[in-house]
Structures are given as C-alpha cells and as structure tokens.
C-alpha cells in the first residue's frame, strides 16, 4: 500500500511538473506569437540569387505594389471618378508606408509633351476635369501616351489603376485594414474599388492563416476524439491521449514564441500533425495495458504499467525517433518556413513520446484504468483466428501476384513522376472563386498583370546603355517578350527614349522609335531632367548608364508563366554578351522562382537523408542490414506512389506539398517497426516462421490498423482547410498512411517470409 501511495505522490509531482512548464509555453505563445506576411522573410537572405535581387532592389527601388482599380461602368472620364483617383492617390501618399513618388496613378503621373522650346513634362491633370472640353482633351492626352495608356488606365477606358510602391518592412495588419476600409469608402453604384498586388496576397494570407489553424484543431480534436474512444472504449485513456499531444502542441508553438520564430502559412499545419501523430502514442500505450490486464486478471494496474513500459520503450522510441528524423530532414532545405515547420514538429513529437513514456504512466496512477467485462481468470489465447490465419496465408501464397502488382505500380508511378512540377504562385493557396483569386484575373485581363519580373542588364562601360544598338536590342527584347500569353507588358528605359523621340517629332507614329545616335539619346535625357523629375529615371538607369532596369509585367504568379518569360530572355543572353552586357534578374517574380527551385532540391535532399538515416537506424535497431532494407521498403514504395500521382493528376510540388516525402516516411516507418519487432518476437516463441506471421498479423497487424485509422482520420480533416494546398497535402498524406499500412501488411510481410529474416533454424 505504502508503494502505491508512493507512486501517486511521484505521478502528482511529474504531473504538476509537466503543467508548469506547459503554462510558461502558453505565456509564451499568447505574448509572443506573431504571423509572417512578408513573403521575401520565407526566404534565404544568404543566398546569392536573393541578395542580388535585395541589391537591385535597392538601386533601383524596387518595391511590390499595392494595386488600387476603379472600374466605372461607362467611362473612367467624368468628374467623380478623377476625383476619386485624386483624393486616393493622395491619401495613399499621406500614408508613411508609402513615398509621394512612389504612388502612380493618373492624377501623379508625367506626361511627356513637344513644346516650342523642345521638350516639356506636365502633369495630366492637377484640379479635376469639369467640363466635356476639358474630359475630352484629358482622354487625347492619355491615348497619346503609350507610357499610361493601357498601364495605368484600360484600352475600354472605364477602369484606371493607382499602384502604390510599399516601403519596406511597412506592411501590417493595421495598414491593410486601413486600405481595404479606404478603398471601400470610396466605392459607389456607379463605380466598383478593386485592391489587389503581392501585399494584399500577403495580408491575406496572414489573416487567413491563423483563423484556419482555429477551424482546424477543434475539428481535428473532435474527429480524434470519436475515433479514439471507439478504440479504446474508455473516458479517461481517451481524454489522457488527448491531453498530451494537446500538451505537445502548446509546448511546440511556445518554444517557437519563446525564440521569436514567426508563424509561417505552413506552420498552422503543426497542429494537426502533432494531434494526428501523437495520439497514435497512447494507443500502442493503452493497447498493451489493456492486453496486459485481459490476460493477466490477477495483476493490479502497477503491474499492467510496468509491463506496458517494459515493451513499449523500445518499439516507441525507435517509432518516434524515425519520425523526427523524417522531419529534422526538412532542416535540408533553405527555405525558412519548411526548415521550421521540420524542426518545431519534431520537438512536438518528441515531447508526445516523453508524454507518452512519462505522463500517461502517471495520470494513469491517478486517474485509474478500467476495463468493462475484465475476466476473473486467466484466459488461454489462441495464437490466431481463422480469418487472419486465411488472410496471411491468401498473402503468402500469392506471393508472385504481390511482386507483379508491385512492379506495375512503380512503374506507373515512376511515369507519373516525370510530369511534378514546381509552384511558385501564393494566388493559388486561395480559392480559385475567392475575392483576392477573382480580383488578381480581373486586373489581369484589362492591365499587363499584378506579379512583375525584374531584367537588371549591367555593363562595365559606362553610358553603354545610351548606345541605339544595345537599345534597340533591348527594344527588340521587349517586344517579343510582350508577344507571348503570359507577358502582359514591359517598362523601362527604352519606352522613355521612344516617347521622346515622338513628342520630338511632332507625335509622328513613325517616330515611336529608339534614337538613331547617341548624341540624341543624351539630348533627349538631359532635356527631361531639366523638364520633368530626375528621380523617375532613377528608377530605370543609374546615373553612370551602365546599369538599366526592365519591369515585365507577367499574368501570374507561377512558375510555368515566369519560365515562360525567362525563356524569351534567356535567348537573348549571347546577343547582349556580344555588346559586353550581362543579364541578371531580381524582384519579387524571380525570388519566387529561386525560393521554388530550392524547394525541389531540398525536397530531394531531405527525402535521401531521411530513407538513409531510416535503413540506418533500422539496420542497427534489428542488427541486420537485410531488416533496414525490408523495413525501408513500405516507405520507399509509399514514396514513389505518392510523387507519381502527383504528376498524374497535376498536382505541383508546393512548399505545402513539399513536406509531403517527410512526413510520409517520418511517420509510414512507424508501422514497419512495430511489425519487425514483434515478429521477432513472436518468432522465438512459435515453431515456424508462418505461425509468426499469422501471431503478428492478429496483435501488431491490428494495432498498426488502428494507427493508420487514427492518422488518416485526423488528416482528412485538413479537407476542410480553407486553403487548397493543405486540402491537397492532407489528401495525400492520407493516402500514403493507407499505402504504408497496406505495403507493411503485404509485400513487406512477403518479403520477410521470402527472405526468412531472422530464422536461423526455423522452417518456413
């Protein structure tokens, strides 16, 4: 009696010792936790690709614009809607986000004129158009100017564009409010507001993340709950399960707030994962208590415990720790919102092992642990029943079929994987009827597009980009580019030296051209700086003229479109070489791009470190090189399934979809340990091999069923995320759990009766 009371005081100190230290992480996450927006902050800062663009991003000033659209049913010309266009260009320049230069729209921008004198740059309006004379002169004016007609104001003309360049580090959460409340103030019957642009995308994201991890983890919860209880048929062992992984995440999510790593939009995924994967813990723990305790009706609950840590440790840690090692891999890629996702999963799932091992033991010994209908005496066990006996031997005996079967697959899906692309777009983590999706395409239709591709051309001679051959060049550049679906439009220097030349030639069409010298091309720059704001040619050339920068604008955010322009540029890469002129590319479009290509390669890194570090592991673990490969195979075999439909139904790798292979193998290898230690178990105390596998079948068989049940159910639940990409990946993952337990149960099981590993005398 003395022990027992002695364990309930060592239970109640552990207990209140875990409590404390979970209540200094939920200090820590409710102070401290903060969402990403910033899409440049997911991305490596060291990386050669991203401190260029970061670089020309400062030359230049590069920055992602904010996208204000006034669409007017019949004409963008009439008094209200200038006045709107004015009084919104001015309050987004009284913003501290956002410089006065760097807010275009019709009301700000210069208008390139001929003169008397030669050359002149005005405004196109500064008091607001009144009279039909002065709307009409106003309409001829932004026709003639190939610089704002169809950038800044629609070739139907009933909708004009305000884009504003945001500071860095200005975006919030306050000045997003402010902007979507400004926009609407301003909208009528008449006229409809649009906002859109990469800040929008970002803050939209920002508040969509944290509301869909609060629709997502009470419905995680109350899926796990139904089911765990269905296995374990008891209150307590349902609601202890629960509470540590429940546990788990707030120690994870307080660690992260307690080193000041944000939440990213893939970490709000972290809690599914942690409830999904943990509570499988605590069913192989009640498992074999319970198992314990059915056969053993004389023993008392300490006995039970002692018995369940005794088998359990082992199995358990070596589960565990092949988890972890499945998502410390992702530590591989340079992408910070993966890197972290990997790392502060792993810590979730090494403490719902410590829990596991630690804490259920003890609120066990508090709380009890009742079995309905326990019997009163010892019960004899037989070894199977007949429908496992039937299923294990239907396996085996078709162990050809398996093989064939097998080999089908994989080369299906080894097809399929050839046709996995990349996906760069953060338009696609939203609903394809949503608001920002909708406003994105319809900014798309009627202007060059909302995501932009940076062209930096550098030279080591300066005034090279005052030369006509390397300007028509680029010219040339230009227009091809622009010739292709996905290019909407181009700026840069070229068009400032063609406008001039026009309005030098009294706006001759035929004069639409680039200089024919260079000492026109310097008259014409030396005039507009003297006319119009130096600054704006700041923004295109630097003041030696041997650095110029083209902004393409691109009709999407993804991959495929920005290749497709990258292609049409790459082309030219020799013909500029020629002139001594070296290409790069910068802006948010092409980091996109980078930040996508370091996502396969750390994808592929990760996947080889984990699948070695798992053979590894279970080589050492079964002491057979033969085990680590046969218990690999589940996971390989998963692995390659899952790319290959993939491909085949197009689904591109995403930096959701990327943690796919990790978690698939992290926690599919769980199943093939648990059915190699104790079929060699089972095998020292049966008297062949077969019998072994039919004894497996029956106990591991059904509690590995009852895993993958549990981790299935709890990430289809991500179906009901409001973000497709997660939609997608808990698809998938559900999917492979089904693949690993199915390839576990057959081919592995084949292979290992195939292979007689660890026989040594025993007959099959």
Not at 270 to 289: D, E, K, R, S, T
Not at 424 to 447: G, M, P, R, Y
């Amino acid at each position: 009696m003395k022990t027992k009371q002695n364990f309930k005081i060592l239970s109640a100190i552990s207990i209140v010792l875990f409590l404390a230290i979970s209540a200094y992480f939920f200090k820590a996450m409710t102070e401290n936790t903060r969402m990403e927006t910033n899409l440049d902050e997911y991305m490596p800062k060291d990386h050669p690709d991203f401190k260029y663009s970061d670089q020309a991003e400062e030359w230049f000033q590069i920055k992602d614009g904010i996208i204000i659209a006034i669409e007017h049913q019949e004409s963008i010309y009439n008094p209200e809607s200038l006045r709107k266009i004015k009084e919104l260009s001015k309050a987004l320049q009284d913003m501290d986000a956002f410089d006065d230069n760097e807010v275009k729209s019709l009301y700000t921008s210069d208008n390139i004129v001929g003169s008397a004198e030669g050359m002149e740059v005005e405004s196109f309006y500064k008091r607001v158009p009144k009279t039909d004379e002065e709307l009409t002169l106003l309409r001829h004016k932004v026709r003639d100017n190939e610089m704002v007609q169809g950038r800044l104001v629609s070739e139907s003309e009933t909708i004009a564009l305000i884009i504003a360049g945001i500071n860095d580090g200005a975006f919030s959460e306050d000045l997003y409010n402010e902007i979507l409340t400004l926009a609407e103030s301003y909208q009528s019957d008449q006229e409809r507001i649009y906002v859109a642009g990469r800040p929008i995308v970002e803050g939209t994201l920002g508040l969509l993340g944290p509301e869909d991890m609060k629709r997502m983890v009470p419905l995680v919860i109350a899926v796990i709950l139904l089911v765990l209880y269905w296995m374990l048929r008891s209150i307590r062992a349902t609601a202890a399960t629960l509470l540590t992984v429940f546990l788990s995440t707030v120690w994870a999510f307080g660690l992260m707030a307690a080193t000041g790593i944000p939440i990213y939009s893939v970490s709000t995924m972290i809690p599914v994962m942690l409830i999904a994967i943990g509570v499988a813990y605590g069913i192989y723990f009640f498992n074999h208590l319970k198992q314990f305790l059915m056969a053993n009706p004389e023993a008392d609950l300490l006995a039970g415990l002692s018995y369940t840590l005794r088998k359990l440790w082992k199995p358990l840690t070596m589960a565990a720790f092949t988890t972890i090692i499945g998502f410390i891999s992702l530590l591989s890629s340079e992408v910070y919102p993966i890197k972290y996702f990997g790392i502060f999963t792993a810590f979730g799932i090494a403490v719902s092992y410590l829990l596991a091992l630690l804490f259920l033991p003890a609120i066990t010994i508090l709380w009890g642990y009742r079995i309905k209908n326990r019997p009163n005496r010892k019960v004899a066990s037989s070894p199977s029943s007949q429908n496992v006996q039937a299923l294990t031997e239907g396996i085996l005996r078709r162990k050809k079929l398996i093989y064939v079967l097998t080999g089908a697959i994989i080369l299906f899906s080894i097809w399929g994987i050839q046709k996995v692309w990349i996906n760069s777009s953060f338009l696609d983590k939203f609903e394809k009827d949503s608001d920002i999706v909708q406003t994105d395409a319809f900014i798309n239709q009627h202007f060059g597009g909302t995501s932009t591709l940076n062209l930096v051309l550098e030279s080591e001679t300066n005034d090279a980009f005052k030369q006509p051959e390397v300007l028509e060049l680029i010219d040339k550049l230009q227009s091809e580019a622009v010739a292709i679906p996905e290019v909407g439009s181009s700026f840069g220097l070229t068009d400032y030296l063609k406008r001039m030349n026009k309005v030098m030639n009294s706006e001759m069409e035929a004069y639409y051209t680039i200089p024919e010298s260079v000492e026109m091309v310097a008259q014409y720059l030396l005039l507009y700086e003297m006319s119009g704001d130096p600054e704006n040619l700041t923004k295109v050339v630097n003041y030696d003229y041997n650095r110029t920068n083209f902004t393409f604008q691109l009709k999407g955010d993804d991959s495929k479109t920005i290749h497709a322009a990258l292609a049409i540029v790459e082309s030219y890469r020799p013909a500029f070489e020629a002139h001594g002129v070296a290409l790069n590319f910068a802006g948010s479009g092409y980091k996109a791009l980078v930040f996508t290509d370091l996502i396969l390669e750390g994808q592929l890194l990760s996947i080889a470190i984990s699948l070695g570090l798992v053979f590894l592991l279970l080589s050492i673990m079964f002491r057979s090189i033969k085990a680590g490969l046969i218990g690999s195979l589940p996971i390989i075999l998963t692995a390659i399934i899952s790319f290959g439909v993939m491909g085949l139904l197009n689904i591109p790798l995403s930096t959701t979809t990327a943690l796919l292979s990790s978690i698939a193998i992290g926690i599919g290898v769980d199943y093939a340990i648990h059915f190699l230690q104790n079929y060699r178990n089972y095998l020292d105390e049966s008297s062949n091999a077969s019998e072994a596998l039919q004894r497996t079948m029956q106990t591991t068989g059904n509690a590995i069923w009852n895993n993958a049940l549990v981790v299935i159910a709890g990430f289809l639940v991500l179906l009901f995320s409001v973000f497709p990409p997660n939609r997608m990946l808990g698809a998938l993952v559900s999917m492979n759990m089904f693949t690993s337990f199915l390839g576990t149960l057959s081919l592995m099981m084949v292979v290992i009766h195939a292979s007689r590993l660890f026989q040594k005398n025993k007959s099959k």
